[in-house]
């Protein structure tokens, strides 16, 4: 089961751009990497999903470096809406994807 | 709007009463989730359902009882319960090829906020 590990909470600012990192030292071949955004007393929302290198969608950019040791969600000029908790998790396998505690960020105005 | 819908999005109850939380899914999905979410605490994960087979009962008393009685609907069956079980019961669904497979992102429903008195 491949844990992951990502800052409890990031501050930021509008207009500027959020990177939050996870790391997943042990993730197998076959695991993706799945990020996930919630809002409060909302379920968790899919954003985005890659295997290796760069993927991007209208909402974020998600950065693999080659050892897939880890991982940054990119988002480019938040706004206060972006305030939410983010989650990183592997993918994959056999395993049921297990959500941690996840990034809150909190973007002033 | 996810395609996953949950009723009743609140619910206050007694502990001696006996009330069902449903999750319904118009994605064409066949696997279904349910978890809880305290106050502060991760997601954790209750029971999942893959092709209307229980295949996750992730040591939950037995005072929460699950119910799929097809693809689309999932329910919550809920008696004698205690306070500490108030929280935000979450429904997911995914595409259910395999749990846990490849690429399975998961869609999850607003939830139901319950209190337990």
């Known amino acids: 089961l491949a844990k992951t590990t990502q800052p409890i909470s990031m501050d930021s600012y509008e207009g500027q751009e959020v990177n939050i990192t996870c790391s997943h030292n042990?993730?197998?071949?076959?695991?993706?990497i799945t990020w996930y955004q919630q809002f409060p007393s909302q379920g968790p929302r899919f954003i985005i999903q890659?295997?290796?290198t760069k993927v991007t969608n209208e909402v974020a950019s998600l950065f693999i470096p080659a050892d897939r040791k880890s991982s940054t969600l990119s988002l480019p000029r938040v706004s206060l809406s972006d305030t939410a908790v983010y989650y990183c998790?592997?993918?994959?396998?056999?395993?049921?994807?297990?959500f941690g505690r996840g990034t809150s960020l909190i973007v002033h105005p | 709007e996810t395609g996953v819908t949950q009723t009743p999005r609140h619910l206050v109850m007694g502990m001696t009463n006996k009330k069902s939380l449903k999750c319904e899914q118009h994605?064409?999905?066949?696997?279904m989730y349910w978890y809880k979410q305290s106050a502060k605490k991760p997601l954790e994960l209750m029971f999942v359902?893959?092709?209307?087979?229980?295949?996750e009962n992730n040591s939950v008393p037995s005072r929460f009882s699950p119910e799929c009685p097809n693809s689309s609907h999932l329910f919550l069956h809920l008696h004698t319960l205690q306070p500490e079980d108030s929280a935000l019961y979450l429904c997911?669904?995914?595409?259910?090829?395999?749990?846990?497979?490849?690429?399975?992102?998961?869609?999850f429903g607003p939830g139901t906020r319950l209190l337990v008195l």
């Open positions: 997911a669904s995914s595409q259910g090829v395999s749990v846990g497979q490849l690429q399975e992102t998961q869609y």
């Open positions: 042990n993730i197998a071949t076959n695991d993706y």
């Open positions: 359902y893959n092709f209307k087979e229980q295949t």
């Open positions: 998790l592997v993918t994959g396998g056999s395993y049921i994807p297990t």
């Open positions: 994605l064409g999905h066949n696997a």
């Open positions: 890659g295997y290796k």
